[in-house]
Every structure is written in C-alpha cells, then in structure tokens.
C-alpha cells in the first residue's frame, strides 16, 4: 500500500512519472499512469498536485494530464464565428503548428468565463466537436454571439504570425 511506501520509492515514482509526461505528445490519464506504476488513480493525481507545488508545469486535458513547455511562444487572439465552424477555426490553428490551449468569453453579467482545451492536433481538433456534438453542453462562445478569446501556443513569433494571417483571412479574426 501507498502508506508503505518509503519517500525515496514515492519521489522516484513521481520521477518516472514526470518521465513519463515528457516522452510524448499525448496526454496520459491517472487511471493509465497508476496501472504504469501500480498505485491508484488517486495516487497519481495526488503525486500530479505535488510536482505542480514543486512548480513542474503539468497541465490537464479532458484526455490526460500533459507536460507543458515552457519555451512556446503565446498569443491571444479575439475570434468570432458560429457554431458551425468550429471544427474549422481550430483545424486552421492546428494544421498551421498551433495549439488552442484555452477559450474565454467575456460576459457582461457573469464576468470573465474560461476554460482549458489543449487542442493540438486535428484528431484533438475533430474530437472537442464531436464531445460538442453529443452532449448537452453547448460551446462557450454562444454566450456572447460568438465573440471569443483563444490563447494559442507555438513553437515561435513567426508561426503566430501565420495563424494570425490565417485568421484573418478566413475572416474569423476581430480586429481590435
């Protein structure tokens, strides 16, 4: 059991862990880590709460939890278009090396809303609209007629400057 375990075992643990997080580009549940290392899930997610107390940037997804770099550049960009073409506004980002790390709104009443994505692939991209889809949750970005923030991380200045372009273009760029 957990409470058996020696501080070496549990910090070598959360070194494999954080190993683990930064071998690849998918996300990794605690359900799956925890049958990794043969703990729990709560295990993980407990050892996950530590090293983000330690300052290791982990970052969690409706998929998993994902090591964040932190040598991306970031930018925010004011959006609007309707429902239906959501797909496409985050295929565009995407497929041009961009990562859609959140949507915000600013609503007149409630105040700032936001919420996390990580999309960073068109699979990532076509699975947000099929969850869309099926739920009974509706996009955020219905509350204020379409108008939305995206923050959008990419490996440089230049590449934001494409996808701002790409952006404005397709016409779903509101320029400020």
């Known amino acids: 059991m957990e409470d058996n375990i020696g501080k070496a075992e549990r910090e070598k643990r959360r070194e494999r862990i954080l190993s683990a997080l930064g071998a690849g580009d998918e996300p990794q549940s605690a359900g799956a880590l925890g049958d990794r290392f043969g703990v729990s899930r709560q295990v993980i997610v407990q050892d996950i709460a530590l090293l983000r107390a330690e300052g290791v940037p982990v970052v969690s997804t409706n998929r998993g939890y994902i090591l964040a770099s932190r040598r991306?550049?970031?930018?925010?960009?004011?959006?609007?278009?309707?429902?239906?073409?959501?797909?496409?506004?985050?295929?565009?980002?995407?497929?041009l090396g961009g990562t859609v790390k959140n949507v915000a709104v600013n609503h007149r009443v409630y105040g700032h809303i936001e919420a996390e994505l990580n999309v960073q692939t068109r699979v990532h991209a076509a699975e947000f609209v099929r969850s869309i889809a099926s739920g009974t949750s509706r996009p955020l970005m219905l509350v204020t007629d379409g108008y939305h923030y995206h923050t959008v991380t990419a490996p440089d200045e230049e590449t934001l400057n494409v996808i701002e372009r790409a952006l404005r273009e397709r016409g779903f760029l509101v320029e400020q």
């Open 72 to 95: 991306q550049a970031a930018r925010v960009f004011k959006v609007r278009h309707t429902e239906a073409e959501v797909g496409e506004e985050l295929d565009l980002i995407v497929s």
